[in-house]
């Protein structure tokens, strides 16, 4: 990525406004945009097949491993499955999965559920060696799109020099 370069930041239509990096687009040479995303939450305009980030709060990521949700009437669906299969139609070359909270909330089991915090860390650990995603923590939204921005950033000076070297 050449210096000054603005680049767009795309945020899925499905998640909550990213206010920081709104906040932030002047001094960052951003422009933040809201699209659907087939997978992720961000992504980069010209890049959505190759790179995504996932975003999840503690609670978000506890709930995508227990029970269903109800769609419409009558109609639910796995929210464990719903999850898995995400990840397997996610083909970028770069996934990204941060999750908003403290990870030993998880570990010590500090979240309103039932549910076992042995088999939710087993399959995050699983599926990320399967799946081939990298996954981190942060203590709030703005770390999250700061990440987010410095992801995008990296991947795109990433792909300036293999372009540059052939």
């Known amino acids: 990525m050449k210096e000054g370069e603005i680049f767009e930041i795309l945020y899925d239509t499905r998640e909550p406004r990213p206010n920081w990096l709104i906040k932030h687009q002047k001094k960052l040479n951003i422009i933040v945009h809201r699209q659907y995303l087939d997978v992720g939450d961000f992504s980069i305009t010209g890049f959505e097949s190759e790179f995504m980030i996932e975003r999840k709060t503690t609670a978000d990521l506890v709930s995508s491993f227990i029970g269903e949700k ?16 995400m990840w397997e139609r996610a083909t970028q070359r770069v996934k990204i999965l941060y999750v908003v909270g403290k990870v030993g909330d998880l570990i010590q089991g500090n979240f309103f559920s039932k ?10 650990v699983k599926w990320q060696q399967r ?3 990298d996954w981190y ?9 700061i990440f987010v921005y410095w992801h995008c950033r990296e991947f795109l000076a990433l792909k300036e020099e293999e372009k540059k070297n052939g």
Not at 139 to 144: F, T
């Open 70 to 85: 109800k769609l419409l009437e009558g109609i639910t669906t796995n929210r464990r499955e719903q999850f898995r299969k």
């Open 137 to 145: 923590w942060v203590d709030d939204e703005a770390q999250g799109q």
């Open 115 to 124: 549910m076992e915090v042995n088999p939710i860390l087993a399959s995050l």
């Open 131 to 133: 799946y081939h995603y």
